[in-house]
């Protein structure tokens, strides 16, 4: 069971479901992942304001809970997370990276950190906040 913990990276589509993974699989197995990919979705502007009002499980709270308990994982080596939105291209999303991104901070030790964004970015923010993390700002990667 070590092995198939460590050994293998965890896809979860959702915050709900990073939560019932970890609630789910034993605490020793759990701190054995090494490897996650977790994906966020929003259909449009309205969820991420969402979001920031706090209607789950798209809300802030329940975004940073995920982070918090992400960055408890001993083990963890690898992460890549997914922002996907799909009608935003024109929307200004990058606004919202502060609120985003900075919960993902607490993660601390990991050889490896993407987060794929499906936005461009926007004047506003450029030459802004320095992440711990590499952001890729493209569609063409995030499946």
Not at 19 to 24: D, E, I, V, W
Request: glycine fraction near 2%; include cysteine; charged fraction near 20%.
């Amino acid at each position: 069971m070590k092995h198939l913990y460590a050994s293998n990276t965890f896809y979860i589509p959702t915050s709900t479901a990073f939560f019932c993974l970890h609630r789910l699989v034993p605490t020793h197995h759990f701190q054995a992942i090494q490897s996650l990919h977790l994906k966020w979705r929003s259909d449009d502007i309205s969820m991420l304001w969402e979001m920031a009002k706090g209607v789950p499980p798209y809300d802030l709270s329940c975004w940073t809970r995920t982070w918090k308990a992400i960055s408890n994982m001993e083990a963890l080596r690898y992460i890549r997370v997914d922002l996907v939105t799909w009608r935003t291209r024109p929307k200004p999303y990058h606004i919202y990276e502060d609120a985003l991104f900075t919960p993902l901070k607490k993660v601390k030790d990991v050889q490896q950190f993407d987060v794929f964004v499906s936005w461009e970015l926007g004047k506003e923010v450029e030459g802004g906040m320095q992440w711990p993390f590499t952001i890729k700002r493209t569609m063409e990667h995030i499946p």
